[in-house]
């Protein structure tokens, strides 16, 4: 019997694009069903009866709610094609860990970024930046969150960095200076295109990718060395073996369908910071 | 499996609901462990070197991995010792599982403690509030002996951990009942089965000390 996916997504949330990025990186065929959320469809009401959100992935009838169950739940279901989760327990609890701390500490700041002003916003931006910092820490020079593969944590990330403009333009300040090696992968999303499209870029060989050297990146950013970790870092992802290896999260195929452009996001933020009398 | 092998040790708060589910878990899979009390509300060196970013109990150790969260640490013991499983195996029942617990500890703490003793609206409208959000889970346990089915799982611990006790000491200390048996026969029965279950019964803080816990949580929080 073959599949029946459908997701009741809206278009610019940060949210809702983990899920079609994830469903892309597994060639999984699905009904994008576009959600008005001032009028939200029976469907979604009936199928996320508790929040009453998206996305929800509905697979053969059955829904699941909230976009890491989704994301968690495509990542096992069809397990046969790039893999998103590590297998090995502990290096599952780290990536569920950066994800937790990415929907709070990331999440409630940047939401209050663009929709307040006055000393709202200005504490806003600080407890933002303060976490990217802490986010760009953690991936260092790897290419990944996830070590050498794209993984979790990457896609979860993805969406706020389609927002970054929108953030930078609503409260007139620049990510680049704070955290200029998260800014560069966020730009190689954006803004370069993928060398050998639709192909998961872990085929390509690493010779072939620029990457900033660690040299690079510590000139890049001075504070590198003494960041927030304890002298001996605790709680961290493996260190990339892989010489040559870029920050390329997210500037795979799967990625540039899946999420809009910043200018959209700005004129959405705009629209309704000026509805909204902000 | 060598991953299996070697010391655990939780840093925990006898209080602490989060702290509990944990050593629920450990003592369903017959894990032993070292326990290390961390008197709250005050941090010692060791909780903030081991959860530098949340400076929250528990905190599992394993050998030489640190685990912080409650979800995150019953996971992994759920992979790393797989007797006595906690999560199902089936992908959308384990969706469903997290689903539940996120609710719980996000919904159901909000409703059930914070809102409630805050109740800015009156106590009246906070309990109604809570009761709306308690209606899901009085329907998704309806006709199981647990969340988990025919035995104890990770909602069941998330849930079980809460609810029973942590909550429902404050409400005796509120003098308030807010989930009824007449309004609630399907999770005041899951209740009972739960009280029944020896590593939840040896995970249950005194009833008197956590009611004066409780009360004093509560007013720390009123004046927050």
């Known amino acids: 019997m073959a599949d029946e996916v459908v997701l009741l997504d809206y278009w610019a949330s940060p949210f809702g694009m983990r899920a079609r990025i994830a469903l892309r990186e597994k060639g999984v065929k699905f009904e994008y069903r576009e959600e008005n959320l001032r009028d939200k469809s029976p469907l979604l009401l009936q199928m996320n009866p508790v929040h009453k959100k ?5 697979h053969n009838g059955k ?3 909230e976009s890491m169950n989704v994301v968690q739940y495509i990542d096992e279901v069809w397990s046969n094609k790039n893999t998103i989760l590590p297998s090995d327990p502990y290096q599952r609890a780290q990536a569920r860990f950066w994800i937790d701390f990415i929907d709070t500490k990331v999440y409630e700041p940047a939401d ?11 504490t806003a931006k600080k407890d933002f930046i303060e976490a990217l910092k802490i986010l760009e820490a953690e991936l260092g020079d790897k290419p990944y969150f996830g070590g050498d593969n794209f993984g979790f944590v990457d896609i979860a990330m993805t969406g706020y960095y389609s927002w970054f403009q929108t953030f930078e333009k609503c409260a007139n300040f620049s990510i680049e200076p704070e955290c200029p090696t998260l800014m560069a992968s966020a730009k190689r999303c954006f803004f370069l295109i993928s060398l050998v499209s639709g192909q998961p870029l872990s085929q390509i060989s690493p010779e072939e990718v620029q990457r900033p050297s660690s040299k690079d990146v510590k000139s890049l950013w001075p504070g590198f060395e003494a960041g927030w970790r304890t002298p001996q870092p605790r709680f961290h992802y493996h260190q990339a073996t892989k010489p040559g290896s870029a920050k390329r999260c997210l500037q795979r195929k799967t990625v540039v369908d899946s999420v809009p452009g910043p200018d959209e996001l700005f004129a959405l933020a705009f629209k309704l910071r000026k509805e909204y009398g902000v | 499996m060598a991953e299996k092998e070697g010391k655990i040790k939780l840093l925990g708060c006898w209080a602490s609901p989060f702290s509990r589910r944990v050593e629920m878990a450990l003592k369903l899979k017959g894990i032993p462990y070292e326990y290390l009390e961390e008197a709250l509300p005050n941090k010692s060196p060791l909780l903030l070197e081991l959860n530098p970013i949340h400076k929250k109990v528990p905190v599992l150790v394993h050998n030489d991995k640190i685990l912080p969260e409650s979800h995150l640490i019953l996971e992994y013991i759920d992979q790393t010792w797989s007797n006595n499983p906690i999560l199902p195996q089936d992908p959308y029942e384990k969706a469903m599982a997290r689903f539940w617990a996120k609710f719980i500890d996000e919904q159901i703490l909000t409703v059930g403690f914070r809102s409630l003793v805050k109740a800015e609206k009156g106590r009246e409208v906070a309990i109604e509030e809570a009761r709306e959000k308690f209606a899901f889970l009085e329907k998704e346990v309806t006709g199981k002996d647990f969340f988990g089915g025919k035995t104890i799982g990770f909602v069941d611990m998330v849930a079980g ?6 909550l429902a000491r404050l409400w005796e200390g509120m003098i308030i009942d807010v989930i009824p048996e007449d309004e609630f026969p399907e999770l005041n029965r899951w209740i009972k089965n739960l009280k029944d279950i020896d590593c939840v019964r040896e995970c249950i803080p005194h009833r008197e000390k956590q009611i004066e816990h409780m009360m004093k949580v509560s007013e720390r929080y009123k004046l927050a």
Do not use: M
Request: proline residues 12%; negative net charge.
């Open chain 2, 161 to 166: 951990s809460i609810i029973p006790f942590c």
């Open chain 1, 112 to 122: 209050k970024i663009w929709f307040t002003t006055g000393e709202v916003q200005e």
């Open chain 1, 63 to 65: 829904p699941v709610c």
């Open chain 1, 54 to 58: 998206i996305p929800v992935l509905i």
